[in-house]
């Protein structure tokens, strides 16, 4: 039995960073459906995952030709489309998170499926948490609605590779209270 791979396709090298992880419950942003979604740090020295993206990208483009173009003659250029692949020392120059990486925010109406790094399914939900790394299989397509036009990026499946360190600035339980100690406590 052979397999056609879709070029729309891509998944995600080992270390890929998942932010604003939102993937157990939809939410909806800006008064929008509720989506799930994740945005994915990749960084640029993964160079693999880099050029599989933008090779997916163009795919996209090819195939959603018709639909970017609309009413009218001709596509516009892909260089003049809104593209999900952001660099984070452009977009995000506060955030360390984001230094020297890509990003991709990735969207989905249906719950993507979460896998271990046995791929067996992740159930705890606090084993998913914005700072983990593991891989992420998106998809690109073009879009056309309301004047914008552009490529999109959508989210199918995460598989949870190793812990990492939390985003957002806060502490684990286990690191606050790590210590005994209660010196503090009348400060």
Known sequence: MSTIANPM?????????WSYANVW????????????????????????????IKSAIEAAYKEGEA???GNGRTAPSLASLKT???????????????????????NSATAPGIVDADCNPVLNRSDVYSGVYGRASISFYAFN?????????????LQL????????GKASAESD????DEDDFLA
């Open 25 to 52: 419950e939809p939410k909806s942003i800006n008064g929008g459906s509720p989506k799930y979604s994740v945005s994915l740090i990749i960084p640029k020295s993964d160079k693999a995952t880099v050029q599989k």
């Open 67 to 69: 639909k970017l173009k």
């Open 161 to 168: 590779i190793r812990d990492g360190e939390p985003l957002g």
């Open 145 to 157: 609605s309301n004047g914008n036009r552009g490529i999109a990026c959508g989210l199918q499946n």
């Open 84 to 106: 999900p692949l952001r660099d984070g020392d452009i977009d995000r120059p506060d955030d360390p998170a984001y230094e020297n990486a890509f990003f991709i925010n990735a």
């Open 177 to 180: 209270f790590a210590t005994d």
């Open 9 to 17: 396709k891509v998944i995600t090298g080992k270390n890929t960073r």
